[in-house]
């Protein structure tokens, strides 16, 4: 299933230091979400959250979710 993949992964930092992952699609966004977000809470982190899971099930658009993921990383201090 391609559906939730994006056209451009969003890099994120993980831990300490200078360690970053490649985000490329709804479903690892959403794993990344519920596992290593630094705080599971907040507007970004729902809406990611959200537009990620829809995404992933076919619901949603996969650009929606790539723009939501990027804004919550934002919001967290994580993005690239």
Same mark, same amino acid.
């Given at each position: 299933m391609d559906?939730?993949? #994006?056209?451009?992964?969003?890099?994120?930092?993980i831990g300490p230091g200078d360690?970053?992952?490649?985000?490329g699609g709804s479903r690892d966004?959403?794993?990344h979400l519920m596992?290593? #977000?630094p705080q599971k809470r907040g507007r970004s982190f729902a809406l990611a959250k959200r537009?990620?899971?829809?995404a992933a099930e076919g619901r949603g658009d996969p650009l929606t979710a790539a723009s939501a993921f990027r804004?919550?990383?934002n919001d967290a201090g994580i993005l690239r």
């Open positions: 559906h939730d993949l #994006w056209d451009e992964p969003i890099e994120v930092v360690h970053f992952k490649s985000i966004a959403l794993a596992t290593c #977000w537009a990620c899971m829809e804004v919550a990383a």
